[in-house]
């Protein structure tokens, strides 16, 4: 016979935080996007002013997601070389 992990109220009350966090983050970078799009379109040379703040965002999105991996790499690998010894 199993028994399921059962939440304490603390452990419910956390997870309504994080998941109500998360989504107001989310709704506030559509929001900040949407706006700078906007603005950016209104102005003299917006289409080139566009084009930069969006190609910006995807080559920072991509840094960043290289760097996670190159930093996962090493704990694992440093991991790894624990579990060896």
Known sequence: MTE???LTKTEK???VK???SNAISK???VLFDYV???F???IPNGGFWLSFYQSSEVLISVFFNFGEVLSLT???ESEL???VI
């Open 40 to 42: 950016l379109s209104s």
């Open 74 to 76: 090493v704990v694992i």
């Open 4 to 6: 399921e992990a059962k």
């Open 13 to 15: 009350l956390n997870t």
């Open 27 to 29: 709704f506030g970078d």
């Open 81 to 83: 070389f624990f579990i």
């Open 36 to 38: 700078n799009t906007v």
């Open 18 to 20: 994080v998941t109500t």
